[in-house]
């Protein structure tokens, strides 16, 4: 059975929109099971460039230094999130279908031909560059496209979604390094692109756009600079993203830094994308309950303490690393659930696609120095001190969202009160 909802602007401002949401029923969950798919895929990929990256430092680009290999995987990240400044008011403008269905295409395709990859311009082009396009044209209309179904249990929706990355980190680095030992790179890439494939088909069957589609004039909206509330949520995500992408990239190489085995590190990627599934789909559940920047600045804040408690003094410890990847997964996974709905609340529903795009049209700078940056740091200072530079970014971003959740209360703060 469905509930409908319609949206409320009176905690974030806005005027009330005269859209009704199913909040459920057979559509919006298939919408929610299409998103799954396609994010398992993409957003799952960008969860295991870690093994990707530790492969190749091994393998085919074993004379570059990690934080020069690192770039291929920040450029991947960077255009999956730089792009969506210009796909989102295109999906205002024209839904979300034919948008998504170009994006598999390419997507797909520069799986299977980075199986032919191996000097560093193709890894570039192949995975950085047509991978990150396609996977923008993917990513963006799948976030925008929940808005159109779920007000309410929006928070709930987006983690379910989201989980399917979660899903993809946890089931393509043991698939990989199997499929490595048996098969080599070039197969390994033809049956990851196979697996794509079939999750991409059924994630373009299953979305469709409800509401009515608008043109918009530009790319970028400088008018949610003007708001506070946005440029506080913006700067929270930007030092957010760096934290995410580098523990995403870099835990196989600090586990081999640390004295542990390679295998080690295809295993921590595993488990910290299963603490970021639980993460993620807990996360977006309990914004539903106790609001949505509450949630994100309390999340932020626990994994900050987890980083100087845990990892920074016991991280040479294999029992204590796993079990703080674990954390950290669970930790820095509500980013990705909690960020979409955090900015649906600063805006309306149809122009969601354009606030959700300039967004992370300035954090995708962040999320593609993540990996390079910290790989260099890596080699440069040691573990330790990567460890408390990624603390101390994370603490920021806690800090962000708080003032983003002032901002929402008009400057007045309070404690009890569901943002």
Same mark, same amino acid.
């Given at each position: ?40 895929? !993409? ?116 983690g379910i979604a989201m989980a399917g990355s979660s899903l ?66 913006? !700067? ?19 586990? !081999? ?76 996974g509500s980013i990705l659930s909690l960020v979409p709905v ?75 009160v569901k943002v």
């Open positions: 059975l469905s509930t409908s909802a319609r949206e409320d602007g009176s905690q974030t401002g806005n005027e009330e929109a005269p859209y009704e949401y199913p909040e459920g029923g057979l559509a919006a969950w298939g919408v929610v099971g299409g998103a799954f798919c396609m994010l398992s895929c !993409t957003y799952g990929l960008c969860s295991s460039v870690g093994v990707l990256q530790s492969y190749w430092e091994i393998h085919q680009l074993k004379t570059y230094p990690s934080s020069t290999i690192g770039w291929i995987p920040g450029l991947l990240v960077f255009l999956n999130l730089f792009l969506g400044v210009q796909i989102g008011p295109l999906f205002d403008r024209y839904g979300p279908r034919w948008i998504m269905l170009i994006g598999s295409v390419l997507y797909a395709l520069s799986i299977f031909l980075l199986g032919s990859c191996n000097s560093y311009y193709q890894f570039i082009l192949c995975l950085g560059v047509l991978g990150g396009t396609g996977s923008a044209l993917i990513c963006t209309p799948t976030m925008a496209v929940l808005s159109h179904w779920f007000y309410r249990r929006r928070g709930n929706a987006t993809g980190g946890i089931c393509w680095p043991i698939i990989l390094r199997t499929t490595f030992q048996r098969l080599g790179w070039a197969w390994s890439m033809r049956i990851l692109g196979f697996m794509f494939v079939f999750f991409l088909t059924v994630g373009n069957l299953c979305i469709k756009g409800r509401l009515p589609t608008k043109a918009r004039k530009g790319s970028i909206d400088l008018h949610c600079f003007t708001d506070s509330r946005f440029l506080w949520a913006t !700067t929270g995500v930007f030092f957010s993203e760096i934290v995410l992408f580098a523990s995403l990239g870099l835990v196989p190489s600090y586990a !081999t830094a640390q004295g542990f085995s390679s295998e080690t590190g295809f295993y921590m990627m595993a488990v910290l994308n299963a603490g970021s599934g639980l993460g993620r789909w807990l996360s977006g559940l309990a914004s539903d309950h106790f609001g949505r920047f509450n949630t994100i600045a309390t999340m932020m804040a626990i994994t900050t303490v987890f980083i100087f408690v845990l990892w920074y003094p016991f991280g040479h410890y294999l029992g204590v690393l796993y079990c703080f990847v674990a954390l950290l997964g669970f930790g820095t955090c900015l649906g609340q600063l805006c309306k529903t149809e122009e969601f696609g354009k606030w959700f795009g300039t967004c992370y049209f300035v954090c995708s700078f962040g999320a593609m120095i993540g990996i390079p940056v910290g790989g260099q740091l890596l080699q440069v200072v040691g573990p330790s001190d990567l460890v408390a530079f990624l603390g101390g970014l994370l603490a920021i971003s806690s800090l962000s969202f708080m003032g983003a959740r002032w901002a929402c209360l008009g400057y007045s703060w309070e404690w009890w």
